[in-house]
């Protein structure tokens, strides 16, 4: 259990082939919301449209957390946000970094990716508020929101002993110094957080700001807050759909959470999806 918060149970795993995967299958088993999930290693860690991320055993942080709000289908995005605004103040407390965060899931310094948020949901017959909708509100599904935060690797130049399997690069992002896209908390601080003690801040902030995804007035607090630290406002983008690419300037987060991207001949409002940073905004 982690102390003072409403997260009931951590289990913790040498090795798993994803977080993610795993609190999906004990949701569909009925499992209470709370459940928390982490890993020393992922065998199969999945990002956003399929992406791969690996790392060397024990270097990051690999958790997941099993939620069940209380939100309409087309709210259950937020959970990525209540997760993406929890991590950025974790680093802020542990290692000094002020991370930025780049629409719809990933944490950025500078142009370098330090995580990323994967939220799936299920439904499931389980009593806890699952079900058809009622009078009182919206039913409630099994949502699971996983965090991949790099803390020791890519490690900073000259400490050896970290070597990736492979190396994770977004579409869009140059490489540097071989590291592709990404770079870590140690990398970009004096500092070396144990993931251990990230997650004990990460789970505090979390449990923090769940209780505002009850309320449409703290849901846009919410909002508010990310748009506030959304590294894509102002910028060039590529917008990825299915079937579909366009390219434009993000000018604003709706309060819904949804993206605002001025295609030229119109404000396209953009749901779900995958962006790519082109260049800076003016």
Aim: proline content about 6%; some cysteine; glycine content about 12%.
């Amino acid at each position: 259990m982690s102390a003072g918060t409403s997260f009931g149970e951590v289990r913790r795993f040498a090795e798993l082939d994803s977080t993610n995967r795993y609190l999906l299958d004990e949701a569909r088993a009925g499992a209470p919301a709370g459940l928390v999930v982490v890993a020393g290693h992922q065998t199969a860690g999945r990002g956003r449209l399929g992406r791969r991320w690996e790392a060397p055993a024990g270097a990051n942080l690999l958790v997941s957390v099993l939620l069940r709000p209380r939100l309409a289908v087309e709210e259950l995005h937020l959970c990525s946000v209540v997760m993406a605004l929890a991590a950025r103040t974790a680093c802020a407390r542990t290692a000094d970094v002020e991370a930025r965060l780049k629409w719809p899931n990933d944490l950025l310094v500078g142009e370098k990716k330090i995580g990323g948020i994967l939220a799936e949901s299920v439904a499931d017959s389980v009593a806890d508020g699952a079900g058809p909708p009622t009078k009182s509100g919206p039913a409630r599904r099994a949502v699971v929101v996983g965090l991949g935060l790099n803390v020791a690797w890519p490690a900073p130049e000259g400490q050896p002993g970290l070597v990736p399997p492979t190396v994770p690069a977004d579409e869009g992002t140059a490489p540097t110094g071989g590291l592709g896209a990404a770079s870590s908390l140690w990398r970009e601080s004096v500092r070396r957080p144990e993931p251990a003690e990230l997650l004990t801040v990460l789970l505090a902030e979390l449990d923090l700001r769940l209780g505002e995804l009850e309320s449409a007035e703290g849901r846009r607090r919410l909002v508010a807050e990310y748009r506030g630290c959304c590294e894509s406002l102002g910028r060039q983008v590529m917008v990825i759909l299915p079937g579909e690419r366009l390219t434009g300037s993000v000018v604003d987060i709706s309060v819904e959470g949804h993206l605002l991207v001025d295609v030229g001949v119109c404000i396209r409002t953009i749901t779900a999806g995958d962006i790519v940073h082109l260049r800076a905004g003016p």
